[in-house]
């Protein structure tokens, strides 16, 4: 751009296309969760023991991803995002279904493997554009509108998916040689959900770039596709960028391993059905949420006044109070004061991830924006993934008694979220003095 000025979008254009990647994060987010609602029912009709249907749920859906992530997030850079958006979108829409119809184990499993990678360019791609299209001063808050894609799925997911699983037992179908479980149907609706969100990212005015790319240039090689030039702008500052990254590993592992595991722990544990667990843990999650947009944004307004590393700072915060509601939620003795401390881990959660998304796109180069975010949603997918099988494999190797799977969650959580809290707080010094590095730099144009 001449004179080093951005044209930001017009705000019915900007605050629409936050409204569609609302939509597609939220139905991302309602299979997730609606897949965890169904995980004893697969367990059970597959005959997988618990690491088997850990490697269902995570690296079976990552696997794919590791390979073409960082390369598809690529295309965000260089291509326009609403583009990239509607495409990935319908491809998810399209994967979610064929699980649904898929007629054995291999063709099940298939169909995840190809989930994660099918969706990878999302999230880079929404960020960009949103970074474009928002001013700096109001880019927290779209952050922050952005977290209802998630607060809908996760609650909608146990709420809706609950009555949907109980509902699907008179749904199998039989025609010939044909055969669906009957929740495959949940599958087939949510793959038709995101083929209908794909479709409403052609709508979406594509935002003038803070940072122009040089076609055919050196930006445009292989090594640029593979992410080499993002992760070397992340090797130069190690202090600031392997604490941040390696904090929201630690804390994926164990928060998507949890948010797998809710409904068979709560089954095993205290014996209730996935109808009840859906609409008990809905309204959890949905205060949970409500209560972390609030705290977030104050929590960083308030530290804001007088620290330059307020949005680490804050995660910081909200990383400790995740960390004590994870380990005591499945000590508790009744099903009920277990589900409300799975709450205030999700207002901690959800207060933490504003700020935490915030922080990485406020110091990373514009141009390579969509890369390093790919980079660090890698992170958090790849070890996300890797989360729900741990606790598989803890579960069978270590625990053994399918009832106390509520210990093996402690273990996980009383050994991965600490870690992750430390992380972050080493990682707040290095950030404020990056920002301050910007800061001069801004003022000196």
Same mark, same amino acid.
């Given at each position: 751009m001449a004179g080093g000025t951005h044209r930001y979008s017009d705000a019915p254009a900007r605050y629409w296309a936050l409204t569609v990647i609302v939509l597609a994060t939220f139905v991302t987010f309602f299979d997730s969760v609606t897949f965890g609602m169904l995980a004893e029912r697969i367990k059970h009709d597959f005959g997988l023991s618990d690491a088997q249907l850990g490697f269902?749920?995570?690296?079976?859906?990552?696997? $794919?991803?590791?390979?073409? #992530?960082?390369?598809?997030?690529? %295309? +965000?850079?260089?291509?326009?995002?609403?583009?990239?958006? /509607?495409?990935?979108?319908?491809?998810?829409?399209?994967v979610i279904a064929a699980g649904g119809v898929a007629q054995g184990l291999g063709q099940f499993v298939a169909s995840r493997v190809f989930l994660a990678a099918s969706g990878s360019a999302h999230a880079p791609a929404s960020y960009s554009l949103l970074a474009d299209a928002f001013p700096p001063r109001r880019l927290t808050r779209a952050f922050a509108l952005l977290q209802f894609g998630f607060i809908g799925g996760t609650t909608l997911g146990p709420f809706i998916g609950g009555r949907l699983v109980m509902a699907s037992r008179g749904w199998e179908t039989h025609v010939g040689r044909w055969h669906l479980f009957g929740w495959q149907w949940i599958l087939i609706g949510c793959g038709v959900a995101a083929m209908a969100v794909g479709l409403l990212f052609l709508t979406v005015r594509e935002p003038d770039r803070? $940072?122009?790319?040089?076609? #055919?240039?050196?930006?445009?090689? %292989? +090594?640029?596709?593979?992410?080499?030039?993002?992760?070397? /702008?992340?090797?130069?500052?190690?202090?600031?960028?392997?604490?941040?990254?390696?904090?929201?590993?630690?804390?994926?592992?164990?928060?998507?391993?949890?948010?797998?595991?809710?409904?068979?722990?709560?089954?095993?544990?205290?014996?209730?059905?996935?109808?009840?667990?859906?609409a008990a843990m809905g309204l959890a999650v949905l205060v949970g949420s409500l209560v972390g947009l609030v705290l977030g944004a104050v929590l960083v307004e308030v530290l804001a006044r007088r620290h330059a590393d307020a949005n680490v700072r804050a995660a910081a915060i909200c990383f400790a109070g995740t960390s004590v509601a994870a380990i005591l939620s499945p000590m508790m003795p009744r099903a009920e004061w277990s589900l409300a401390l799975m709450g205030v881990g999700v207002a901690f959660g959800i207060a933490g991830a504003v700020p935490q998304n915030a922080a990485v796109q406020r110091v990373v180069p514009p141009a390579m924006r969509a890369q390093v975010t790919a980079i660090y949603l890698f992170m958090f997918t790849f070890f996300g993934a890797m989360g729900s099988f741990l606790v598989g494999v803890v579960q069978d190797r270590v625990v053994g008694d399918p009832h106390r799977l509520w210990l093996t969650l402690v273990l996980c959580a009383g050994t991965l979220l600490p870690a992750a809290t430390l992380l972050m707080v080493l990682a707040m010094r290095p950030y404020a003095q990056e920002i301050e590095r910007l800061e001069a730099l801004e003022r000196a144009k």
């Open positions: 269902l749920a995570g690296p079976a859906g990552v696997i $794919a991803f590791f390979f073409v #992530g960082v390369p598809l997030a690529r %295309l +965000a850079d260089i291509f326009p995002r609403k583009w990239v958006l /509607a495409g990935g979108s319908v491809a998810v829409g399209v803070a $940072a122009q790319l040089q076609r #055919g240039g050196a930006h445009d090689g %292989l +090594a640029a596709m593979l992410g080499w030039q993002a992760f070397r /702008a992340l090797a130069e500052r190690p202090r600031l960028f392997v604490p941040l990254f390696g904090a929201l590993a630690l804390s994926a592992l164990d928060v998507f391993g949890l948010q797998f595991w809710r409904t068979p722990f709560l089954i095993r544990t205290y014996g209730w059905n996935e109808g009840q667990i859906g």
